[in-house]
């Protein structure tokens, strides 16, 4: 079945740091995935749609130049968080979805960021 | 954009017992998926479902799109069967798969 690659599983790292997360589709080419972050008790939110060669559409409340993103390929987009504080802090979920014909969505294992 | 409600946000059961949990969209849509997420986060696709109905095992699914609802229906419930239930619904008009805020489900020995 389709897979979703999603790294790192989980990142710690000190306030200021910018960190990258990858997410590949290895089956299937995306010209579009999906950014995802969930809170703690929370439902997945959308925060991006990245679109292959062309700028992402941020979701309204999302800061476009806190979130980076980049879809530089039909089976990779990546996810910077630039200068991350620790309310950046969140598990974060990429998602792809096939574009032939009607497909479900497919998800990454997620990443859990950790800002300290 | 479209809306997602899910019924009950809390579920508990005792083992053996039948639910159903519910799923409410406020638009037009071509894509229902539902998915059980585990304690490690990971999402579990149980069905894609945008019309219709589909049976796996225990765990079934109906989609009624003109009415704008789906249904997961659980029988037997198991102690493994804990856990949060989303589902989500991708509008026709901007196709954005947006979810629901989810039910958890607690299933007693």
């Known amino acids: 079945g389709a897979v979703v690659s999603q790294h790192p599983s989980w990142v710690i790292c000190k306030s200021g740091t910018s960190v990258k997360i990858e997410c590949r589709s290895l089956d299937f080419q995306a010209t579009t995935m999906f950014w995802y972050r969930q809170f703690p008790k929370q439902s997945l939110m959308l925060m991006a749609t990245?679109?292959?060669?062309?700028?992402?559409?941020?979701e309204q409340g999302v800061e476009k130049d806190k979130f980076l993103i980049n879809h530089a390929s039909l089976t990779l987009s990546t996810l910077t968080v630039t200068s991350a504080h620790p309310e950046d802090s969140s598990f974060y979920i990429c998602?792809?979805?096939?574009?032939?014909?009607?497909?479900?969505?497919?998800f990454g294992d997620g990443t859990r960021l950790s800002i300290l | 954009g479209i809306q997602v409600e899910q019924s009950p946000p809390d579920l508990i059961l005792q083992e053996g017992a039948n639910s159903t949990l519910r799923c409410n969209f406020s638009d037009s849509v071509n894509n229902l998926q539902w998915f059980h997420q585990n304690p490690w986060g990971q999402l579990i696709n149980l069905f894609y479902?945008?019309?219709g109905t589909k049976q796996n095992g225990r765990l079934s699914a109906t989609t009624v799109a003109t009415e704008r609802y789906s249904l997961l229906y659980i029988s037997s419930s198991q102690t493994t069967d804990s856990g949060v239930y989303f589902c989500?619904?991708?509008?026709?008009?901007?196709?954005?798969?947006?979810f629901g805020q989810g039910t958890t489900l607690q299933v007693k020995p």
């Open positions: 998602s792809a979805r096939d574009m032939r014909g009607n497909q479900p969505q497919h």
């Open positions: 479902i945008p019309s």
């Open positions: 989500a619904a991708r509008s026709s008009n901007t196709g954005k798969l947006i």
């Open positions: 990245s679109n292959e060669g062309s700028k992402a559409t941020y």
